[in-house]
Nanobody, 122 residues
């Protein structure tokens, strides 16, 4: 059974940093694309970043380029999202998702975690 467990969310002030973690299990990590998506109240789910585990290729949504960095620890089956220079508009529930690769970075991923709340105060 595929399981994705997010952690690391919280309340921070604008300009601060957070690191989210996504612990994956139940599938061959290297065969998958792992992505971070977010959804704010009243808004559609938005692409944040994706990584191809085997090819180490990354993709970022325009709103987070230059501020967020996605990475993976293949020995631990964990994907991280380092979020720097956070802004109030980054406030959302952040979801980790996985899909057998190759797959485009979009919200059509098959498997989803429960989400973790990130709140950025001004």
């Amino acid at each position: 059974e595929v399981q994705l467990v997010e952690s690391g969310g919280g309340l921070v002030q604008a300009g601060e940093s957070l690191r989210l973690s996504c612990a994956a299990s139940g599938f061959t990590f290297e065969d998958y694309e792992i992505g971070w998506f977010r959804q704010a109240p009243g808004k559609e789910r938005e692409v944040v970043s994706c990584i191809s585990i085997s090819e180490r290729m990354t993709f970022y949504g325009d709103s987070v380029k230059g501020r967020f960095t996605i990475s993976s620890d293949n020995a631990k089956n964990v994907v991280y999202l380092q979020m720097n220079s956070l802004k109030p508009e980054d406030t959302a529930v952040y979801y980790c998702a996985a899909h057998a690769g190759p797959w485009p970075c979009d919200p059509s991923y098959d498997h989803w975690g429960q989400g973790t709340q990130v709140t950025v105060s001004s």
